[in-house]
C-alpha cells in the first residue's frame, strides 16, 4: 500500500508537506490574488449600477445589469473603434518591429563609428514624456496631409514605438552566436540574406516580446488618438472609453463595460502568443 | 389651471416668436455657397447636454440647409478637449468654433487668431438679451473674443436628514456655527464636508472661493495674494478637513460626489449642473432630502451674507474668418443656440444656468429656483479663485491644499506655496 502512496506522489509529482512548500504556495495565492483581483472587481463592477458601486463597492450586484454592455456599444459605437485600434494598432506594431529589428540588427552586428552615440540616442527616446511632443506631432501630421487618417496615427506609433522596441530586440540579437551568421557568410548569404534568414527568425521571441508591448501601448493610447483625428470613423476605442465621462460627473458602469470589452482583444493576444512573450521576457530580452 | 394655460400659451407666443425670428434670419442670410462650419464640441456622449445641443444643432442644420452646415467634431474627454484646443492655437490651426471653460481669455487673445464678436454685438438686440455684465467679462482689449454662454453660482447644499440627526433643521448663518454643527454631526458619525485634494480639488477650491469672500469680501482678489483674508481663509478650509471623510487626501470628485449621493456626508458644493443628480444618483430619496443654503458669514469678515462665487462657466468661441461669410455664418449659429426655447430645454435636462437673461422656471427642481432666486438677490456674484487667479496658481492650488491638510506646512505657508506659482 505504502508502494502505492509513494508511486502515486511520484507519478502525479506531489511532494511531502514542507513549510517551504506551504510559504511556496501562500505566495502564488497571493500573487494570484493580487494580480487577478483588480480584474474580477472590474468585471462585477461592470454588472453593477453606479448607485451599488459607490454604496458597496465590493458586493455582487442585486440585478446583474446587462444593460451597462448595451449602453457601451450604444452610445460609443464600440465595433467601429474597436475595429479601427485592431487595424492601427497591428499595422503600427508590424511597422514598428520590422524598423525596429533592422536597426536592432545593425546595431548590434557591426561595430562603426557612432554606434554607441546612435543607441544611445535612441535609449533617450524611451525618456521623452510624449504628451510634451504634441505641438510638434501635431504640425508633422497636420503638414504631412495625414490629420484625421489612420495612416496618421500608424505612423506616430510605429515611430514613437522605436526606442523601446529596439532596446529589447538588440539585447537579444546581442546574444546570437555570431559563428552562424559567419557560415551564413562563407556559404554565400549576403547583408539582407543574414538579416532576413539567421538573425531576424532566431530573434523572434524579442521581437514577439517588442511587439507585445507596442501593441498594448498602441491599444492603450489616448492623447494621440484624440489630438489628431477629427471624425468618428477614425477613432479608435480608448475614445470610445472616454464617453462616459464627462466634466462633472462619470457613468463609472457603463464605462467599465466599455474597458471590459476593450482588454478581450489584448487577452486574447496574450494567450495565442503567450509561449513567445514568456519564453521573450526570460531569455534576455528584457533583461537589463 | 389658469396658470398652467397661461405658461403653456406663453410658451408657445415666445417659441412661435423666436421661431419667425428664425425663419426671418434665415432668409436674409444668403451665402454664394453652402458654409461648413467644424465645431469640436464636449456636449456629446453622456454629458447632461448632450440630448438638447444634438438638437440644436441638426435644428439649425435644418432652418439653414444648403447654406450653413455644422459639423461636430464629438470630445468625449475635457482635459483632452483643452490640450487639443490650446495644441491647435499653439499651431495656428484653430477650429472654427469652440467652446472653452478654464482657459484665461487673456491667453487667448494673445494668439491673436479668435474672432471679435464686438461688431455683431455692440447696441444689437441680441446684445440685450446677455446678463448683466457678462459681455464686458468676456471683452478684452476692446474685443469681444467670446460669447457667454452658461454661467454658475456656488452655493451650498445639505442633507436636511442628516442635520436634523445633529439637531438642526436649518444651516448655520456664520462660519463659527457651521463648525457647532460639524462637531455634532461628527459626534453621530457623519461627514459633515465631503472634500478633496486630488484632481483640481474642485469642491474644495469652491469652498475657499466662498470663504475668500466671507473674509475678505467682493474686492479681495484685487489686493492679491499678499491680503491676509488668503490665509484666514486656508485656516478655516484647513479646519473643514477636521471634518471631511478619511479619504479626502487625494480624492477626486466622484469621491466627493459619491460621499453625498450615497447619505455618507452631509454638506456639498458644485454648480446647478449637479443638482438634478440629487434625485438621479442619490439613495434614500436624497432629491427631496436636500435644501440649497447661502455660504455662511465670517464673523468680522468684510464679506456680505448671500455673496457668493459665480462665474461664466462655458464661453462660445470661434477662430478668426477671412472670409466674411463665414464670419456672419457663425454669428448666426451662436444666434440660434442662445435663444431662450433652447436654454429652457438644456437647463431643464442639464441643471445649466445661462449667462442670457431667462424668466425663473417654475418648472425647475426647488433647489435650482433657490439659487436662482438666491443669485438674483446676491450683494455680489464673484468669479471663483481658479477664474480670478493666473492659471500657474489655479493649477497649483491642488499640491498646495495637499501640503495644508497633511500639516507640511501652515495657513501662511499654503499662501506662500500658492505665491511660488507666480514665479
Known amino acids: ?288 | 389651471m389658469k396658470k398652467l394655460l397661461s405658461l403653456i400659451l406663453a410658451a408657445i407666443l415666445l417659441f412661435s416668436l423666436s421661431a419667425s425670428a428664425f425663419a426671418q434670419s434665415s432668409a436674409e442670410f444668403n451665402p454664394k455657397e453652402e458654409i461648413t462650419l467644424n465645431f469640436p464640441s464636449i456636449w456629446v456622449g453622456t454629458d447632461s447636454k448632450a440630448p438638447v445641443f444634438a438638437e440644436m444643432v441638426a435644428a439649425f442644420n435644418e432652418a439653414y440647409k444648403g447654406k450653413v452646415n455644422i459639423v461636430i467634431e464629438e470630445q468625449t474627454d475635457y482635459q483632452a478637449y483643452r490640450d487639443k484646443i490650446r495644441t491647435m492655437i499653439t499651431t495656428g490651426n484653430l477650429p472654427d468654433l469652440f467652446s472653452v471653460d478654464v482657459f484665461k481669455l487673456n491667453d487667448l487673445v494673445a494668439s491673436g487668431k479668435l474672432m471679435d464678436f464686438a461688431p455683431y454685438l455692440t447696441d444689437s438686440e441680441w446684445a440685450k438679451t446677455f446678463s448683466d455684465g457678462s459681455l464686458q467679462e468676456a471683452t478684452v482689449e476692446n474685443q469681444l473674443v467670446a460669447i457667454p454662454f452658461e454661467s454658475a453660482g456656488f452655493g451650498l447644499y445639505y442633507n436636511t436628514e442628516l442635520l436634523e440627526k445633529a439637531g438642526y433643521t436649518e444651516f448655520p448663518k456664520t462660519y463659527d456655527e457651521m463648525f457647532v454643527m460639524a462637531e455634532k454631526l461628527k459626534e453621530q458619525d457623519i461627514v459633515a464636508f465631503p472634500l478633496m485634494t486630488g484632481e483640481n480639488a474642485w469642491t474644495s477650491m469652491l469652498w475657499y472661493s466662498n470663504i475668500l469672500l466671507a473674509v475678505g469680501g467682493p474686492e479681495v482678489y484685487n489686493r492679491g495674494l499678499d491680503d491676509p483674508a488668503f490665509v484666514t481663509a486656508a485656516e478655516v478650509l484647513k479646519k473643514m478637513f477636521d471634518y471631511t471623510s478619511s479619504d479626502a487626501v487625494g480624492a477626486g470628485a466622484a469621491v466627493v460626489n459619491g460621499h453625498f449621493l450615497n447619505f455618507e456626508a452631509a454638506v456639498y458644493t458644485n454648480g446647478p449642473w449637479f443638482l438634478p443628480r440629487f434625485a438621479k444618483e442619490g439613495v434614500n430619496d436624497l432629491g427631496n432630502k436636500v435644501k440649497f443654503a447661502l455660504p455662511p458669514e465670517y464673523t468680522g469678515g468684510m464679506g456680505t451674507f448671500g455673496g457668493m462665487a459665480g462665474t461664466v462657466q462655458a464661453y462660445l468661441c470661434a477662430a478668426k474668418q477671412d472670409n466674411p461669410e463665414k464670419e456672419q455664418a457663425i454669428v448666426e449659429f451662436f444666434k440660434f443656440i442662445t435663444q431662450p426655447e433652447w436654454l429652457y430645454k438644456l437647463a431643464a435636462t442639464a441643471g445649466s444656468m445661462f449667462s442670457i437673461k431667462l424668466e425663473a422656471n417654475p418648472d425647475d427642481i426647488q433647489v435650482k429656483q433657490d439659487l436662482a432666486s438666491a443669485m438674483a438677490a446676491a450683494p455680489y456674484l464673484v468669479k471663483h479663485f481658479n477664474d480670478q487667479m493666473p492659471t500657474a496658481v489655479a493649477n497649483g492650488f491642488p499640491a498646495a491644499l495637499d501640503e495644508l491638510v497633511l500639516g507640511e506646512v501652515d495657513a501662511q505657508g499654503f499662501v506662500q506655496l500658492l505665491k511660488d506659482n507666480l514665479d
Open chain 1, 1 to 288: 500500500m505504502t508502494t502505492i502512496k509513494q508511486t502515486f506522489r511520484q507519478a502525479s509529482g506531489h511532494k511531502r508537506f514542507t513549510p517551504a512548500n506551504l510559504f511556496k504556495w501562500l505566495l502564488i495565492v497571493f500573487f494570484a490574488f493580487y494580480t487577478l483581483f483588480p480584474l474580477l472587481w472590474l468585471i462585477v463592477s461592470s454588472f453593477k449600477t453606479n448607485t451599488e458601486l459607490f454604496g458597496n463597492p465590493f458586493a455582487l450586484p442585486e440585478v446583474w445589469q446587462f444593460v451597462n454592455y448595451q449602453n457601451a456599444f450604444r452610445v460609443s459605437g464600440m465595433l467601429m473603434m474597436m475595429g479601427n485600434s485592431i487595424f492601427i494598432a497591428l499595422s503600427a506594431t508590424l511597422l514598428n518591429v520590422v524598423l525596429a529589428s533592422m536597426l536592432a540588427y545593425c546595431l548590434s552586428r557591426f561595430t562603426f563609428k557612432g554606434n554607441g552615440a546612435i543607441f544611445t540616442m535612441f535609449s533617450a527616446g524611451i525618456l521623452v514624456p510624449l504628451n510634451a511632443l504634441m505641438v510638434p506631432y501635431f504640425i508633422t501630421i497636420t503638414s504631412i496631409g495625414l490629420y484625421n487618417t489612420r495612416a496618421g496615427l500608424i505612423l506616430l506609433y510605429a515611430a514613437t514605438g522605436i526606442p523601446m522596441s529596439t532596446v529589447i530586440i538588440r539585447g537579444l540579437m546581442e546574444g546570437i552566436s555570431r559563428e552562424i551568421e559567419e557560415a551564413a557568410y562563407i556559404d554565400g548569404c549576403g547583408f539582407y540574406g543574414r538579416f532576413t534568414r539567421i538573425v531576424f527568425p532566431l530573434s523572434r521571441n524579442g521581437i514577439m516580446t517588442a511587439a507585445t508591448f507596442q501593441f498594448i501601448t498602441c491599444w492603450n493610447e489616448f492623447v494621440f488618438a484624440n489630438l489628431l483625428t477629427s471624425s468618428q470613423n477614425i477613432r479608435t476605442i480608448q475614445l470610445g472609453i472616454r464617453y462616459f465621462t464627462n466634466q462633472f460627473s462619470t457613468d463609472f458602469v457603463s464605462m467599465y463595460a466599455a474597458i471590459v470589452i476593450s482588454i478581450v482583444p489584448s487577452i486574447l493576444l496574450y494567450m495565442i502568443f503567450q509561449n513567445q512573450i514568456i519564453t521573450g521576457l526570460s531569455s534576455g530580452a528584457v533583461k537589463g
